[in-house]
């Protein structure tokens, strides 16, 4: 666990403690009073609140020699245990300040660090989604989300997360937004998505930014913000419900291949001037043969898209070659390219 949660839990741990503490010696002063002095629920918990405080307005001692025995060692006791309760949670809550400044200083550094990595911006339903593949590729990302609430599922795993509002330029440049690779902006308002695309464009012409739009009116909008991809879960999932509905084999099979039960995977495959593909045609590399991989697309740098291409495609610097097959072959790939 990490030293700076494991701190803050015996600070919350602490808080809890003192303000229990507290409250048991009300509870117990108010029993005490009421048994001996026979006064109202209401009165012995103002005359326990009265003593463990020691305020001592003196409006209606005890008249009994018991409730006058009790009162004294309550009020040794009580006045005591209640003044160390409160110095308990004054420090706790100065200890929670500091714990909480250092270990915001520690993720800035960690921050800082961070080279090629990914901006995820709102960890909302969408969200912690791209999070949870972004963790299963390893790869490295910092979350910014502003309610706290949505990072209760993250809190054990100690990632860097800024707790800050996305859509301020100071809160991307800090996530590192200029020596970013990819942003993805899942805030739940469109406006807020448009307003963090812009400005993360404009601090990163190169970066990939995928943004989500909440409303089918939005996509034009996105785009010219600088976004390269967006995507409408809305009309992605009626597009879905409509292949099930209509074509229901392959709706089994892409819903197969999304949730990895078939081993097939999909990956994008760069070629640059160390390549050993280079120059080849698809038809001499060993990508079907020996792979079982196939070639669905090629996209030439100029961005143009070859869907299906035959074997006598060559393959040209800066292509991107878009394969799908079984992982190992997948991955195997990725290495003899490199």
């Known amino acids: ?73 309550f009020m040794l006791l009580g006045g005591g245990t209640v003044l160390f309760a409160i110095t308990t949670l004054i420090q706790a809550v100065i200890q929670s300040e500091i714990i909480e400044a250092l270990d915001f200083r520690r993720k800035t550094k960690e921050m800082e660090k961070l080279q090629d990595h990914y901006i995820v911006c709102g960890a909302g339903r969408v ?70 695309v812009l400005t993360a464009r404009g601090l990163n012409e190169k970066m990939h930014i995928v943004a989500r739009a909440v409303e089918e009116q939005a996509e034009p909008k996105l785009l010219r913000a600088g976004a390269n991809r967006v995507v409408a879960p809305t009309i992605i999932g009626s597009q879905s419900m409509a292949r099930a509905l209509l074509k229901p084999a392959i709706a089994d099979f892409m819903d197969s291949i999304v949730a990895e039960t078939l081993d097939l995977v999909f990956e994008e495959i760069t070629i640059d001037s160390r390549s050993p593909y280079l120059g080849k045609k698809l038809r001499e590399t060993n990508f079907s043969k020996e792979l079982s991989l196939i070639v669905i697309a090629i996209r030439r740098r100029s961005g143009e898209l070859y869907f299906h291409p035959t074997g006598e495609s060559v393959i040209e610097e800066g292509d991107m070659l878009i394969v799908v097959g079984k992982a190992d072959s997948v991955q195997k790939l990725i290495e003899a390219n490199k």
């Open 1 to 73: 666990m990490n030293l700076f949660l494991w701190l803050s839990k015996i600070t919350r741990q602490r808080l809890f403690n003192a303000l229990l503490t507290i409250f048991g010696m009300i509870v117990f002063g108010t029993i005490a009073f009421r048994f001996f002095e026979g006064w109202t629920w209401l009165e012995s918990a103002y005359m326990a609140t009265e003593t463990v405080t020691t305020v001592g307005y003196g409006d209606f001692p005890p008249k009994t020699d018991g409730g006058r025995i009790f009162a004294i060692f």
């Open 127 to 196: 969200g912690r989604r791209i999070i949870r593949n972004l963790q299963k590729e390893k790869l490295p990302f910092v979350i910014i989300e502003r309610d706290e609430r949505r990072l209760a599922e993250f809190e054990e795993e100690n990632l860097p997360i800024l707790v800050v509002d996305a859509t301020l330029e100071e809160n991307l440049i800090q996530a590192g937004v200029k020596r970013a690779k990819g942003l993805a902006s899942c805030l739940p308002d469109d406006a807020a998505n448009v307003y963090v």
